[in-house]
């Protein structure tokens, strides 16, 4: 066995060079890389009020709107970037960004799905999310029932389409792009946006709060399960253009609903930014499952070009029993930042968080969550798997905090890490914070490579490197990806084999 | 960055009354560790570092005033061990207290007495201690080597007859000490050293230890009980090749304890084991801070802190285990647990990892909660009265602390004192 010419990782027994050169073929093979030509809409270039003032009147918004905004942009000017995570990229030049790309054929928002730019339809075709009211999932064709998924696509800083609306609207849900939701439902809109998420909470959330230009908005009524998996699609497609999207969920009492996001950018040199709030409230006895497949244009195996990936994300338990479990598997971009947290504040409420966050070659991922138990017997559960290969840094950053009255209360955290190669990274820095006599706090954490007993023992089986591999590391994901609804789940465990195919050592 | 005004007028607040010594072998090093510390100034409890304990009796001007505890209900700590004490009063050396410093295999000195001649210690006042400001600063070890007033330099040269004794005895409510003592054991020899007492009101110690390749160096200590005291320690160690280093801490009550260990396994196959227990009923915070590298191929380094807390008490735990690019096959293991006796104690934990070799096992657990209710009702369901069965299972729980004292007649003084520490606590 030789040296690799390219990069000097050492083959170690058990790892055939085949093995390396597939991950390092691998590191070029990003699927949704592909740009769609299309005319669009810039908004000048740099970040300004006249700017805020600019997006807002893009959206149409009531003075309310652009006044929030231009607080949280005031605010902004006077927060500093934050430098705590382990994570190391060039310093960001926020005027050297465009904060509004629109496709001109949206200039006039289309009234239904049929009047949508082809252009944009053939990009979700691409995407393989049909913007069709027919959608037939992966994998459940066969089924009686095919199962209906709704989606709003938004295409750089606006929706394209929502389909199934009126269907949703039968069942009394809201699903709508935020910026309708804004001039639609100014109520609703009012009383939550910014309630889990204030505008100053940190220097990303804010920068949001002021340019924010698209995003979904979710409103599920009492009693109300959501008949189909509501579902938002991210593309970021123009060039220097930063994506600012907002989401808001509210579950009221005793409703329900699963909400999926995905989210592709086009191959490129520069790097872009992403910066996104989520915000869920959730009321008495509801519950709302958030499922994430980040797959943004990680950057070349040089660590070239790749989103800058940072997200706040916050669900608030206000009610009792309610209940939020986030899910993310976690493949793309060049620097991931992202804690989905949950304020556990009603009686009895639940918080699960599951991930998996594979880095490979240069990209970077501090991820993880925050448990805040504040009502009395919550629960929570963390189950994180990070997976890191080639040069790249994975750290999962998390908080569990029992406050003196959440009484009773329960966590528990598992974080594990593999490591394949000897020139990645793999950290875990967890707070614990015990307030109270009667919480119970677990945590445990293990890092560790892939073990060679295992392998060894499916090649016995006639099993091919290739295959091995697969197996041990979906077994090693298996408890997050049983936690996806089934359709993300087809598509996470392809993505988990397509980034580490064969990569272990 | 530039330093925060507050940190650099709070560092020359506190050091205004201190002065280097005029002459002898450790002036440089003592300059060298004053020009660390005017780039760094006083930690603050806006540091990420000490995040969960505030620094600022350690860091102010002057002590805040501490009785000493007559502890007339307690035998003095390792009394049946047979020994050589060196006694320190308020930091300041007994030596009509203490034994004759000779020992067969082990040469003996003070700091206070260095002299302008070539000493061993030179090349490790102040090394380990440099060496351990990075990733992290640690003003008050820099601080602590510019102006400690004494210290033991002690030097194993094969294994040595008996174990070395430090007592620090507190006697003046307003006493300030700093000491700090050095620690080699050369290739193949074998030290113990003994802490034990409360030292001061306010106590800032640093321990060096260098243990040089098959070297052996155990280190069990106790913390004085007296309710006002505050301590802040480190032990920087490094360990060469086939090494160990084993060290022991108990701490009972005292209003503020933050002990730091630094560990650097530079040399394969190493081994490292640091372990504490603290028990605190009342206002009393103990915070073990922990920096494990690991740079040496097929180490293996172990870390277990637990903590028994109640009416008020805090317990922090801060480790982390560092494992660097090639330092294959590490085995890393960390656990920190407390057991809060009641709805007002408090842990606060933050246990990390970091790793860039990848074929290692490293594994961290932390766990807090109440004692088992079970536990609790089997025991009494078998005769055993309340107290008693709580006092057995937090003595059970606190067990896989003691058992890293490898000595039993050491791990028996420990566990005695254990004992009698929850029998006078044992009430609500």
């Known amino acids: 066995m030789t040296a690799m010419p390219q990069l000097e990782i050492e083959v170690r027994d058990g790892v055939d060079r085949e093995t390396i050169e597939t991950v390092q073929a691998m590191a070029g093979k990003y699927k949704y890389g592909w740009e769609t030509e299309i005319e669009m809409d810039f908004a000048p270039k740099g970040l300004n009020e006249d700017i805020v003032r600019l997006i807002s009147a893009k959206n149409d918004e009531p003075e309310w709107m652009l006044e929030w905004r231009l607080a949280a942009y005031r605010r902004w000017l006077e927060m500093r970037e934050p430098d705590w995570a382990m994570i190391d990229y060039p310093q960001i030049d926020y005027q050297d960004i465009y904060y509004y790309a629109k496709p001109k054929s949206m200039e006039t928002k289309p009234k239904s799905l049929d009047e949508v730019d082809p252009k944009l339809l053939a990009t979700y075709e691409k995407l393989g999310i049909p913007l069709k009211e027919q959608m037939l999932l992966a994998g459940v064709e066969g089924a009686d029932e095919p199962r209906k998924v709704a989606v709003d696509a938004v295409f750089d800083s606006v929706s394209v389409g929502t389909t199934f609306q009126a269907e949703l609207a039968k069942a009394g849900v809201i699903f709508c792009s935020i910026s309708e939701a804004v001039r639609e439902h100014p109520g609703l809109v009012k009383r939550y946006l910014g309630s889990v998420v204030p505008p100053s909470d940190n220097f990303f959330a804010t920068l949001n709060s002021a340019v924010f230009s698209d995003g979904s908005f979710v409103y599920i009524p009492e009693g109300v399960r959501c008949p189909m998996e509501l579902s938002t699609y991210f593309r970021i497609n123009a060039e220097n253009t930063g994506q600012f999207e907002r989401t808001l969920i509210v579950a009221e009492k005793g409703s329900y609903v699963s909400y999926l996001e995905g989210c592709t950018a086009p191959k490129r040199d520069t790097n872009q930014l992403h910066a996104a709030v989520v915000e869920i409230v959730i009321l008495d006895d509801a519950e709302v499952k958030y499922s994430t497949v980040q797959n943004w244009y990680p950057g070349d195996e040089n660590g070239k070009g790749g989103i800058y990936n940072f997200v706040t994300k916050r669900a608030d338990c206000r009610g009792d029993r309610s209940k939020v479990m986030w899910t993310q598997v976690e493949t793309g971009s060049a620097i991931t930042w992202k804690y989905p947290s949950c304020i556990l504040r009603g009686d009895d409420s639940q918080g699960e968080f599951y991930s998996i966050a594979i880095a490979n070659n240069a990209q970077q991922a501090d991820t993880g969550t925050k448990m805040i138990h504040l009502g009395k017997r919550t629960k929570s559960r963390i189950v994180s798997k990070g997976i890191s290969a080639g040069r790249a840094q994975n750290t999962y950053r998390g908080l569990v905090t029992m406050h003196p009255k959440a009484k009773e209360s329960r966590n528990y955290t598992q974080c594990d890490s593999l490591l394949i190669g000897d020139k990645c990274g793999a950290h875990t820095v967890p707070y614990i914070e015990v307030k109270n006599n009667s919480s119970r706090v677990e945590h445990e954490a293990t890092t560790s490579k892939v073990d060679d007993d295992q392998l060894f023992y499916c090649r016995s089986r006639g099993m091919d490197e290739e295959e091995a591999v697969a197996l041990v590391v979906n077994g090693f994901c298996k408890e997050v990806l049983q936690a996806l609804p089934m359709e993300f789940a087809m598509e996470a465990q392809a993505l988990v084999a397509i980034s580490l195919e064969g990569s272990v050592g | ?428």
């Open chain 2, 1 to 428: 960055m530039a330093l925060p005004q507050a940190k650099t007028d709070a560092l020359e607040a506190r050091i205004a009354g201190l002065s280097l010594p005029a002459a002898g072998w450790s002036v440089p090093a003592r300059k060298e560790a004053l020009a660390r510390l005017s780039g760094m100034g006083m930690p603050a409890k806006r540091d990420e570092y000490w995040r969960y304990t505030d620094p600022s009796s350690l860091t102010a001007v002057s002590p805040k005033a501490a009785a000493p505890l007559e502890a007339a209900d307690e035998a003095p700590a390792f009394d049946g061990i047979d020994r050589l004490t060196l006694v320190f009063v308020d930091g300041v050396f007994d030596a009509a207290a203490s034994d004759d410093p000779a020992l067969a295999g082990v040469e003996i000195s003070r700091l206070a007495e260095a002299g302008p001649d070539i000493h061993w210690a030179r090349d490790l006042y102040g090394v380990l201690e440099a060496r351990g400001q990075s990733p992290v600063q640690r003003p008050l070890s820099a601080l602590n080597t510019a102006f400690a007033s004494d210290g033991i330099l002690i030097r194993a040269t094969a294994k040595a007859a008996k174990p070395v004794s430090l007592v620090y005895v507190h006697k003046s409510d307003t006493s300030d000490a700093i000491l700090h003592h050095c620690i080699k054991v050369d290739a193949g020899a074998e030290l113990t050293v003994l802490e034990s007492g409360p030292a001061a009101a306010r106590f800032n110690k640093v321990m060096e230890v260098d243990v040089a390749e098959g070297g052996r160096f155990h280190h069990i200590r106790t913390q004085g009980r007296d309710h006002d005291r505050r301590a802040v320690t480190h032990i920087f160690a490094r360990l060469a090749a086939e090494s160990l280093f084993k060290s022991f801490t108990l701490t009972a009550n005292g209003r503020l304890t933050r002990n730091e260990a630094v560990l650097e396994l530079l040399g394969d196959d190493a081994v490292a084991h640091v372990a504490g227990a603290a028990v605190g009923d009342g206002d009393f915070l103990h915070d073990d801070t922990v920096f494990i590298t690991h740079q040496g191929e097929r180490c293996e380094s172990r870390q277990v802190f637990k903590k028994v807390l109640k009416n008020g008490a805090v317990g922090v735990f801060q480790g982390k285990i560092l494992v660097k690019p090639g330092a294959q096959k590490t085995d890393g293991y960390q656990i920190s647990q407390s057991l809060l006796l009641d709805d007002d104690s408090q842990f606060l934990a933050k246990p990390e990892l970091e790793i860039y070799a990848d074929d290692v096992q490293c594994s961290h657990g932390s766990t807090s909660g109440a004692i088992d209710e079970t536990a609790l009702f089997y025991l009494r369901s078998r005769g055993v009265p309340m107290r008693e069965a709580q006092a057995l299972l937090v003595l059970a729980f606190l067990a896989e602390a003691i058992r890293e004292i490898e000595d039993e007649a050491l791990a028996d003084d420990i566990r005695s004192r254990m004992e009698g520490w929850l029998n006078r606590h044992k009430g609500a």
